[in-house]
């Protein structure tokens, strides 16, 4: 701690947090938007330990702990989904070294297979790591697939259905074409999947093998314009929905 043993004024940690200047955390503050450990806060003298204390705004967590990194790399194709790669193949944590300096506690938030391309998260957050990952939070993934016509005019419905896999039946939350050319349809998938290769399987069910395969959202982090093989750390608002969406 930097002022006394009784901590840190919270407008002055929710200010340095990046949430809002500490005028404007007052007024959060002042309307019960900002809770400390479950509670919400409103008196202006309240103190805080940043490393102890577990801040949320309007139900987002703040993370205090400049240590704390959250990253987004767009995958291109043919890049494996590991920190490192005994057979020297290019992999995420190359791109990390490069870029951030060091891959040191960092997690890929699951994986992508090498053929997938698209949004891969990382943080040196492990517990949020795991819970983005665990089945029981539902955390959507938004697909890209590109496909070959003809296309059943049933085939959203089947998926939304679901098919029976090897492993076990799967199904999509949502599906929708996005554009045609020729003799290539391009569609987007929402699904709370996260097993192996579960949207190119799903569709090789159904008998329409995926020909590219690009990963444009996780939970409320979108990919955007962020130009392929770049690295970007995540802004405070999707950090806190992040968090959010799985209960920390």
């Not at 309240?46 to 967590?61: E, F, M, S």
């Not at 029981?136 to 296309?151: D, F, H, N, V």
């Not at 569709?203 to 130009?227: C, I, M, S």
Request: charged residues 30%; aromatic residues 2%.
């Amino acid at each position: 701690m930097t002022e006394g043993e009784q901590g840190i004024r919270l407008q002055k940690v929710l200010a340095e947090a990046g949430v809002a200047s500490r005028r404007q955390a007052e007024i959060l503050m002042r309307q019960g938007r900002v809770e400390v450990d479950g509670e919400v806060v409103q008196e202006m003298g309240r103190r805080v330990d940043p490393d102890v204390n577990v801040i949320h705004v309007d139900g987002a967590r703040v993370v205090t702990d400049v240590e704390t990194v959250h990253l987004a790399l767009n995958k291109p194709e043919g890049m494996l989904s590991t920190m490192w790669d005994e057979h020297g193949r290019r992999c995420v944590g190359d791109v990390v070294l490069e870029k951030a300096g060091s891959t040191k506690g960092l997690f890929h938030v699951g994986r992508l297979d090498a053929a997938t391309e698209g949004l891969l998260l990382l943080t040196n957050d492990g517990e949020l790591a795991n819970r983005l990952m665990h089945p029981s939070y539902e955390i959507p993934k938004t697909y890209l697939a590109e496909i070959r016509t003809p296309i059943a005019k049933d085939l959203g419905k089947q998926l939304r259905t679901g098919v029976e896999l090897d492993d076990g039946p799967a199904a999509v939350d949502s599906f929708r074409v996005i554009d045609r050319s020729g003799s290539r349809v391009m569609v987007e998938v929402v699904l709370h999947e996260g097993r192996n290769r579960i949207v190119r399987r799903i569709f090789e069910a159904v008998d329409k093998p995926v020909e590219r395969l690009v990963r444009t959202a996780v939970g409320d982090v979108h990919l955007g314009n962020q130009r392929v093989g770049t690295l970007r750390r995540l802004g405070r608002d999707e950090v806190g929905a992040l968090y959010k969406a799985v209960g920390l």
